[in-house]
């Protein structure tokens, strides 16, 4: 009870990182029933993106309650899938659904995304399904350095985030200014491909989901880093 309490409280907090675990506390209790209703299962098209690549090692940057990578380990059941992300309550809620889903190829881990506990070269594959925005931006320029060290060179590197369509466009100004810091913006409108080119990697292919509310992005550590 004291844990809800407290929850309840921070979500009216000054400060961004009481109110973001707060935010995500409760959304850790409808996130699953949130994804499946969303048209198109847009989770669904970015965790079989990732699988056509067939990687053996695969890390989940910001994972939450693990919904794209519990559907990643469905598809990829030999591979090893690794899920890490700040918050307790969300990593608590994920190890619980896996284990009750009878997924055995998941790990987690409880660590910031601006300090990976991986070496180098670690990886076949790295993703981060609606979790950039969620960084204020020097934590996500210090993941991205860090997302870039931990592929092995020819690795890939997925990203599912929110962008702002052409047309109505005024519905995802409105969502930021009532549900996301100002720093959420700076993944829109092409930024994160800027950041991804500023950080070295290459062959970035970008395509849209859900009438362009969503981006994903598809992008290569070089063979030769």
């Known amino acids: 009870m004291q844990n809800w309490q407290s929850m309840i409280f ?3 907090s000054v400060e961004d990182k009481k109110r973001n675990r707060a935010k995500f ?5 409808f996130y699953d029933s949130m994804c499946h209703a969303i048209p198109g299962r847009p989770h669904s098209v970015f965790a079989e993106m990732i699988a056509g690549e067939k990687p053996a090692t695969v890390l989940d940057v910001c994972s939450g309650k693990c ?10 059941p030999a591979s090893q899938i690794n899920a890490l992300d700040i918050s307790p309550e969300m990593l608590s809620v994920a190890r619980e659904r ?12 409880e660590q910031s995304a601006a300090q990976l506990p991986f070496e180098s070269d670690s990886f076949d594959a790295v993703f981060i399904s609606l979790g950039l925005h969620e960084l204020p ?3 996500r320029s210090a993941a991205m350095k860090e997302i870039f060290r931990v592929i092995k060179p020819g690795g890939r590197f997925f990203i599912m985030d929110l962008d702002k369509p052409d047309n109505f ?12 810091p100002e720093y959420a913006k700076d993944v829109l409108a092409g930024r994160l491909v800027k950041l991804l080119q500023k950080f070295g990697f290459e062959k970035i292919k970008k395509t849209s989901l859900l009438a362009d509310f969503f981006q994903v992005i598809a992008a290569g550590k070089p063979a030769n880093a």
């Open 10 to 12: 921070d979500l009216f």
């Open 25 to 29: 506390f409760f959304n850790s209790l």
């Open 98 to 109: 896996s284990e009750t889903e009878n997924l055995h190829n998941i790990r987690f881990y």
């Open 169 to 180: 466009g005024f519905l995802m100004d409105f969502y930021l200014a009532i549900g996301e």
């Open 137 to 139: 931006t020097e934590i």
């Open 67 to 76: 919904y794209t990578t519990r559907a990643l380990a469905r598809l990829l």
